[in-house]
T-cell receptor, first 115, second 115 residues
Framework: KNQVEQSPQSLIILEGKNCTLQ??????????LRWYKQDTGRGPVSLTI?????NTKSNGRYTATLDADTKQSSLHITASQLSDSASYIC??????????????FGRGTQLTVWP | EPEVTQTPSHQVTQMGQEVILRCVPI?????FYWYRQILGQKVEFLVS????????KSEIFDDQFSVERPDGSNFTLKIRSTKLEDSAMYFC?????????????FGPGTRLTVL
């Protein structure tokens, strides 16, 4: 069964600190993995996308890693800001020609940054 | 920056009533999607739509659901006879390509409450 699991469920850090969020998936055959940021009451916004051959991808203070062998990914946030408070969702696409853009979502990690 | 818009932002309806959720995708996009997120749960894929027909639908998308692109700009999701368990946030998304690596851009969502 295609599933995406994330940890921790929630995380509280102080402004300026770094943090790492984890994602494990069983989606197969694998096409790509995205990290999305979802602010409360808003739709998810894409942060990074990685395909099978990519190990790391950065977008400003966000750095995502991918280990396709162990089917694990992480999202590292450096020098956190109050505006980073949001849900971070790991999303995986399967490589099926009939799967037109279907995405599998994790539950998300709720990050709270305190001043 | 172009964005996906959705109306209404919040819809309250009585069980058994029909509702239509509306979305205006990004103007040059050709692929459209609906997702839902029950409170506290994962975002779930409902349906993908391309070239005026459904490309794929999930197990959730039963005969009570239908989608339509009535004109060149709107994309709608209709629920014919709402049930209590249909209460959720419904997200519309669009992409300019149909491959699994094409980024889907999400709207802000419509919160549907069925009483």
């Amino acid at each position: 069964k295609n599933q995406v699991e994330q940890s921790p469920q929630s995380l509280i850090i102080l402004e300026g600190k770094n943090c790492t969020l984890q994602c494990n998936y069983t989606v197969s055959p694998f096409s790509n993995l995205r990290w999305y940021k979802q602010d409360t009451g808003r739709g998810p916004v894409s942060l990074t996308i990685m395909t099978f051959s990519e190990n790391t991808k950065s977008n400003g203070r966000y750095t995502a890693t991918l280990d396709a062998d162990t089917k694990q990914s992480s999202l590292h946030i450096t020098a956190s800001q109050l505006s980073d408070s949001a849900s971070y969702i790991c999303v995986v696409s399967a490589d099926w020609s009939s799967t037109l853009g279907r995405l599998y979502f994790g539950r998300g990690t709720q990050l709270t940054v305190w001043p | 920056e172009p964005e996906v818009t959705q109306t209404p932002s919040h819809q309250v309806t009585q069980m058994g009533q029909e509702v239509i959720l509306r979305c205006v995708p990004i103007s040059n996009h050709l692929y459209f999607y609906w997702y839902r997120q029950i409170l506290g749960q994962k975002v779930e894929f409902l349906v993908s739509f391309y070239n005026n027909e459904i490309s794929e639908k999930s197990e959730i998308f039963d005969d009570q659901f239908s989608v339509e692109r009535p004109d060149g700009s709107n994309f709608t999701l209709k629920i014919r006879s709402t049930k209590l368990e249909d209460s959720a946030m419904y997200f519309c998304a669009s992409s300019d390509g149909g491959s699994s690596t094409d980024t889907q851009y999400f709207g802000p969502g419509t919160r549907l409450t069925v009483l």
